[in-house]
């Protein structure tokens, strides 16, 4: 395995190369600090493309002011060492100044997936991300692209980029890897203290209660909204940003669920932002 030490040109010289193989080129776009669901994304490409491309980038645009930009994890040696493990063909190490060179004017906005839930606590996120998910897919234009069902609401802002600019790449969507507590494996639970690590969970849980309830004959959207919001204000340190039931694919809140939805959550523990969110069907 190499790293890219030839930067965009090297990464689009191999990928052009590595394109006509039979089953082709996937790729596994991240910001390093790789876990265990990074490395599921990376075992689903390996498993269905001849070459596995790993971005690693620490995307500077889908930060806002006072967001964690800074201090989020950062852990190259060891990223590389375990691509390397798991068999990946090239770890793309994109840099700030070659992707946004003094000059760059263009930014792709995904309009109305992006003004609800974690865009409307994160102003400008979702266009830093559909901007960069956009280059690198220009970049390597490989058939695959893989993204955790982890970040619901990203996968659907890719998934319409993706078909919305015609763009000649398969989205593949996989599960979110858990802790054997139930809480989403994060690289920023690497910031959480070992104070507030046994607390992160409860979101997940207040997931679940809804999914329960729902199960028990409970649909009313509020409810189940509800239900999540008070579980989670009665732990201690978290702030609630929001919670909701959505159409899966729309995002748009319910008011009663009758078929397939989404419960999902933000909140923030001992000044870290947790997300999550749970399929939940009648
Ligand atoms: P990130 O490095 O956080 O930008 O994540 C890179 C990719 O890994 C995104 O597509 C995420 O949705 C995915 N991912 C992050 N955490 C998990 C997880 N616990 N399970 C599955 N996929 C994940």
């Keep these: 395995m190499t790293a890219t030490a030839g930067g965009i040109a090297e990464m689009r010289r191999l990928a052009r190369e590595w394109r006509a ?36 980038f620490v995307n500077p645009i889908q930060f806002g002011p006072g967001e964690d930009y800074d201090r989020y994890p950062r852990t190259l040696e060891a990223d590389l060492e375990r691509c390397q ?32 839930l974690c865009g409307a606590f994160r102003p400008g996120h979702f266009r830093g991300v559909a901007t960069v998910v956009a280059k690198l897919l220009h970049i390597v234009a490989p058939q695959r692209a893989y993204f955790g069902e982890k970040d619901y609401q990203q996968l659907q802002v890719v998934r319409h980029l993706v078909a919305d600019l015609n763009m000649d790449t398969e989205v593949v969507a996989c599960p979110t890897v858990r ?8 690289s920023r639970n690497a910031l959480l203290t070992p104070e507030a690590r046994p607390r992160a969970p409860c979101l997940y849980r207040a997931l679940c209660r809804a999914r329960d309830l729902l199960r028990s004959g409970e649909r009313s959207a509020t409810a189940l909204q509800s239900e999540m919001r008070e579980s989670l204000e009665r732990v201690s340190g978290v702030g609630v940003d929001y919670v909701a039931v959505v159409d899966s694919r729309t995002l748009e809140r319910l008011d009663l669920v009758e078929g397939e939805a989404v419960a999902l959550g933000a909140i923030r523990l001992a000044g870290v932002r947790l997300i999550d969110n749970l399929r939940i069907s009648v």
């Excluded at 776009?29 to 790789?34: H, S, V």
């Excluded at 669901?37 to 070459?51: E, I, P, Y």
């Design 21 to 56: 193989e039979a089953r082709g080129v996937g790729l596994v776009p991240t910001m390093g600090a790789l876990h265990d669901g990074h490395m599921s994304l990376v075992q689903a490409a390996r498993d269905q493309s001849d070459r596995v491309v790993v971005s690693i």
């Design 85 to 116: 493990a798991a068999g990946v063909d090239v770890v793309f190490l994109a840099t700030a100044a070659e992707m946004y060179p003094p000059g760059y004017h263009t930014h792709v906005v995904v309009e109305d997936l992006t003004t609800g």
């Design 179 to 186: 802790e054997s507590d139930g809480l989403a494996l994060s």
